[in-house]
């Protein structure tokens, strides 16, 4: 990256839209905090992320990532599936593996670099939680011309419940 992104705005919260039935309060009682979401995002170690092959079919992966800055930053092979798949469609869903504790993450995911002073030292540190795991990307794991195979997520909507249905919240940028 060869200038850092530009910080993201507090998203806007408001209950989400589910069809009748469900039990989702009428007020605003009970919304969850941005915080307390992003918190669990930071947290995480495995994701599921969701892309479109170009014949319009869903193609899901389990993924190792970071939430820094708030977005998703995430590496791999140019040439896997997924993103193969975003180079044509940026749009994706990222999950977190609880189907109780849900956060989805809808948003755009793009190729990108990080230079070693800043952005790169960031992740690295951030990546730090798969030291154990054998993963561990120095400062400079991302610098270069093909980023190495650096990508981010930028949400555009992330809809969140942690006791549904009183707490299902919408959060959009």
């Known amino acids: 990256m060869d200038a850092p992104l530009p910080p993201l705005p507090a998203p806007r ?10 039990g989702l309060p009428a007020d605003d009682d009970g919304l969850l905090d941005w915080a307390d979401v992003e918190a669990r995002l930071v947290a995480a170690k495995h994701y599921w992320i969701s892309s479109v092959r170009p014949d319009g079919r869903p ?31 940026p749009a994706v869903t990222l999950t977190l593996e609880s189907g109780t504790q849900v956060v989805i993450v809808e948003g755009t995911s793009v190729a990108t670099g990080a230079e070693p002073d800043g952005p790169g030292e960031r992740l690295s540190a951030a990546f730090g939680k798969y030291a154990d795991d ?3 990307p120095a400062p400079d ?7 190495g195979g650096l990508r981010v997520v930028t949400p555009e909507r992330v809809l969140a419940w942690f006791s549904f249905p009183k707490d299902v919240t919408r959060f959009r940028w």
Request: proline share 6%; hydrophobic share 25%.
């Open 13 to 22: 919260r408001d209950r989400a839209r589910l069809p009748e039935g469900y």
């Open 59 to 89: 193609h899901s992966i389990p993924r190792w990532g970071v939430w820094v800055d708030g977005r998703w930053w995430y590496d791999g092979a140019p040439t896997t599936q997924h993103a193969r798949n975003t180079q044509r469609n």
């Open 134 to 136: 054998g993963y561990a």
């Open 141 to 147: 794991a991302w610098s270069g011309d093909d980023g």
